[in-house]
């Protein structure tokens, strides 16, 4: 038995011309390949290429985020930044050839059709965009260096971003205000280096898609992040339903929130407060954590335990918050190793038990898809990923008393409050960016003028106070996904709506439920979004009525939830 753990996997720096070489090579072998059988084992032979070289750009990337001051992996970073495009351009070249291969039919007979709609999309990147995409990865990671630069003192301690997140959320209303604006601080200090990282990634963006022959950026990423079961009128219809049917529940939800508060009017650093006695907070340091969500996964599935011992053992997990960690938290893969590792900022809040099952539901889908498929179908696209993990916040439900004991149903109630309530925002994200891609030369005060028009027609509601830096629209600074992943946030909310089913499944017949989940954690990327949607036994968010149909259900949990708090 391999007993690596993750602190001791190596890293070496990619030399890029003698893989760009080794790629052209058996480019050459492909073409000229007497056979379908030849043609298959060069595919392989190529993922697993793919494989080795993706493993190293993910331990470079997890120990750069892990400690952006570290200067090894920085200058590592920057070299990847730079030499990625390049060899993406080679590497699309082949896949190029693997579309037109006289050999086509038996290929989709060996690796399935979805595989070459996800070349289509692949291979869009061409020669003509390295320079901007060089460009636009030193700016996406300018901006990570920016956030994780944060040092706040407060009360004669330094904090980070996350750090002060606790301090948001008590039952001091004084303390709340200090924090959140200290917070906003943080962002006037530098406004001008976030609106000028902005401002050169839409520019580049939009200069690339079009040299690559797009209309406008929107119609390169939708294609970049393999959309091949919608578009972005499917998407506007969408965020209609949104606001038709889920904004009137969140200002509900809000006004309900008041009344449990006891507060005359919700302002901006109201929101995290939910009860008027405290939120609830899980119990136990980090290692404490994760020993009961060891227990957790145990008692859920044969899978799941298998799962998290793997994961234990290897020590894949990076989660306290410190200085100089990057923001947020995220699971990635190092393929060679078969092996998820999950990125997390603790902070003592109820994020550390919701980040960590969402990220580990990442992770055990990832872990369930490395059974040697091709690299292409460990992952499916983003919002199909987003359904393991939001899904697996919920179907871990039963175990939340380890964590939060007599605190359970004030969890249960905020987890879900939060749920519904997020769904305006992340539609809100998304509109947002269509219409900076729209209009890629707007000035940075026409974006937050426009930020703030739409902020307001999802979350009316929305009360900045005295707060005339957030009231100007620049709340959006602090969402990672509109600098580094442009699109990448509506895919939240259809999961979101998908979670739900599973909750309500769940809550019927649990049993029942976890066999539709694992059923696409092992359709892994094998099909499509709508595809997977298929395999789970779930209803399209994007479909008339789906919705509309689930709001009262999720509404009646709350309110039992609220009688036994």
């Known amino acids: 038995m391999d007993t690596t753990k993750f602190k001791d996997y190596k890293y070496e720096r990619i030399d890029f011309d003698k893989e760009i070489n080794f790629l052209n090579d058996l480019r050459e072998k492909f073409i000229n390949a007497k056979s379908a059988e030849e043609a298959k084992e060069i595919i392989l032979n190529f993922d697993k290429k793919n494989k080795e070289l993706s493993t190293t750009c993910s331990l470079c990337f997890i120990r750069n985020s892990i400690d952006t001051k570290d200067s090894f992996y920085k200058a590592e970073k920057d070299f990847l930044d730079e030499h990625l495009p390049i060899y993406d351009v080679c590497k699309n070249k082949f896949y190029e050839e693997i579309l037109s291969s006289k050999f086509r039919k038996e290929l989709e007979g060996f690796f399935g059709k979805h595989y070459f709609e996800l070349l289509e999309c692949f291979t869009i990147f061409k020669e003509e965009g390295i320079e901007y995409l060089q460009k636009i990865n030193k700016l996406t990671t300018e901006y990570d260096e920016l956030i994780a630069s944060a040092e706040i003192e407060y009360k004669g301690k330094i904090y980070n971003l996350s750090q002060l997140t606790p301090f948001s959320q008590s039952e001091d209303r004084k303390e709340r205000k200090e924090v959140s604006e200290l917070t906003t601080k943080f962002f006037i200090d530098n406004e001008e280096k976030f609106d000028n990282i902005y401002d050169q990634l839409v520019k ?96 859920l599935s044969n899978e799941t335990a298998k799962f998290i011992d793997f994961m234990t053992e290897k020590e894949l997990f990076d989660l306290e918050s410190k200085p100089g960690k990057a923001g947020g938290g995220y699971c990635t893969t190092l393929d060679e190793y078969n092996a998820p590792f999950v990125f997390a900022n603790f902070n003592g809040t109820t994020h550390d038990v919701e980040v960590l099952t969402h990220e580990l539901g990442h992770a055990f889908q990832s872990y369930t898809s490395s059974d040697g498929r091709l690299e292409e179908y460990i992952w499916p696209t983003y919002e199909a990923c987003e359904i393991h993990s939001m899904s697996m916040e919920f179907l871990t439900w039963p175990w939340m008393e380890l964590f939060f004991g007599e ?59 005295d707060n005339e830096f957030l009231k100007k629209g620049t709340y959006w600074y602090r969402q990672g996904h509109i600098f580094s992943t442009p699109f990448y946030y509506i895919d939240y909310t259809l999961a979101q709506v998908l979670a739900f089913q599973f909750l309500l499944k769940s809550l019927d017949d649990r049993q029942m439920a976890f066999k539709d989940y694992l059923n696409i954690c092992k359709t892994g990327g094998i099909k499509s979004f709508f595809g997977i949607i298929e395999d789970g036994n779930l209803k399209n968010p994007m479909k008339d009525g789906v919705i509309e149909d689930i709001l009262p259900k999720l509404l009646k949990i709350l309110e039992d939830l609220k009688e036994n708090i």
């Open 204 to 299: 580049q963006r939009h200069e690339m898609a079009k040299a690559l022959g797009y209309d406008s950026f929107i119609d390169y990423q939708y294609k970049n992040l393999m959309r091949v079961d919608y578009n972005k009128e499917d998407v506007a219809k969408y965020r209609d339903f949104v606001r038709e049917y889920v904004t009137p529940v969140y200002l509900k939800l809000r006004e309900m929130q008041k009344e449990r508060t006891c507060l005359d009017s919700l302002k901006y650093y109201d929101t995290s407060f939910k009860f008027k006695d405290g939120n609830a907070f899980p119990k136990g340091s980090t290692e404490e954590k994760l020993e009961k969500a060891k227990k957790m996964y145990h008692e």
């Open 407 to 465: 605190d359970t149903n004030k969890f249960k109630f905020s987890h879900l409050d939060g749920a519904i309530s997020f769904i305006p925002y992340g539609v809100t994200v998304d509109e947002f960016q269509h219409w900076v891609y729209e209009n890629p030369y707007a000035s940075p005060e026409e974006r937050k003028r426009k930020y703030s028009e739409i902020e307001r027609k999802y979350r009316p509601d929305i009360d900045y106070d």
